[in-house]
């Protein structure tokens, strides 16, 4: 079974984007924009919602080419291309760069993915990552918190039926005061879900 992954940088009141989808807060520096390329290298499959896609999409096909791209721009935008990629939406026509368009049920063809042999899948997107946090499928949470207030907009998390109770497994501090965080389900290390 393949393991689920969820990880966005989010702001200290829980937003990944301020409202109108401002993401501007959370540059980070390049101590973080490293360590997000190296978890991202261990991906075998990443799973984006619309929005997301958009956004991904419209730098990183050509960041490795842009003026002033550092080493690891680079390697994100050549890693970020080579990494198979699903996208689901029912508005977009095409996608490309690795990517194969999915229209029908996000939440059942997460859990076909899941289920089957490969390495770790991580799903973005504020919408999508609800979905499959709703179904029970994210097996772990990378919260990497600014330390900004935005006020409002997307938040990381989603509403939820009942509590889930999360293993802490890392933190890690990060220049400019930005804190990682990183959780289980406790179901994922080992015991069943919903219980404690």
Do not use: C
Request: hydrophobic residues 40%.
């Amino acid at each position: 079974m393949r393991r689920l992954l969820y990880g966005m940088n989010l702001s200290l009141d829980g937003y990944i984007a301020a409202p109108g989808d401002d993401i501007g807060w959370s540059d980070p520096s390049d101590e973080l924009f490293q360590w997000w390329l190296d978890e991202e290298r261990a991906i075998s499959l990443l799973l984006y919602g619309r929005k997301l896609w958009e956004t991904m999409s419209v730098y990183w096909p050509t960041g490795d080419q842009q003026p002033g791209a550092t080493p690891a721009e680079i390697e994100f935008a050549r890693n970020w291309r080579d990494t198979p990629k699903v996208v689901f939406s029912s508005t977009l026509d095409t996608v490309d760069w690795n990517t194969r368009l999915l229209t029908g049920d996000a939440v059942a063809e997460i859990a076909r993915l899941k289920a089957g042999d490969g390495g770790p899948m991580r799903v973005g997107g504020a919408a999508l990552a609800g979905a499959a946090m709703r179904a029970g499928l994210i097996d772990e949470y990378t919260i990497v918190t600014h330390p900004v207030l935005v006020g409002g907009g997307t938040p990381f998390f989603t509403a939820l039926d009942s509590w889930e109770t999360l293993n802490l497994v890392e933190t890690r501090t990060f220049p400019g005061g930005v804190i990682l965080t990183r959780y289980e389900r406790r179901s994922a290390a080992g015991g069943p879900a919903g219980t404690d």
